[in-house]
């Protein structure tokens, strides 16, 4: 599930259940901004528009930014609230017909390997019976040449301490850990920690780091 950029400053518990996401998009008209992610318009604003697959896709911005620059988007997501949102939005922008809007769980739905020439995913939270089988099946749907950028939280003591965003550990990820999981010698791979974008940390709070892993399929 990820996280465009929260309009609320309210403080929240970590919601990782298909439920309590769907409970928290029915409180508000709109959950995020609607922008897309920061790391996402840093990698893909330079890339040749393909075929893309947004996973953790919430109410659809990283989707709707990528097919308004030609990318053809498969947006997959646990909760069916926030894909009719997505849906609907990309009615209205008229991106219909470059969105497929797949109401599918990353724990248990596997994609099409090798069929993306970009996967992304940012801030997924929840916490998955087989984290690592996600993570490789995400790497395996990326076509050679393509593209695999994978976004969280920066762990450590930023959380606990008042955040408005705080997960549970659990949920939590590194870049590093994303790395482990791809194949020796099969990718270029970039691991950083970059800032935070400025204006959703403002909105939201939350100032930790961003956590983030840059691979290109050889």
Known sequence: MSEHQHEHGAARQPVVTRESYDE????APAIWTGRPNRQLVVEATDLAPGSALDAGAGEGGDALWLAS???RVTAVDFSPV???RGAAKAAELELADRIEWLHEDLDAWTPPAGAYDLVTAHYLHATWSDRSRMLRGLA???APGGTLLVVGHLIGDHWGH????AHEPGAL???EEVA???APGDWDVVTEIRERDPGAAERTGNTVPDT????RRR
């Open 24 to 27: 928290l998009y029915r409180s």
């Open 69 to 71: 620059r030609g990318w």
């Open 82 to 84: 926030a894909l009719e």
């Open 140 to 142: 395996a749907a990326v």
């Open 162 to 165: 008042g955040q408005h965003h």
């Open 173 to 175: 990820y590194t870049a």
């Open 180 to 182: 482990a999981e791809l």
């Open 212 to 215: 983030v892993l840059v691979a």
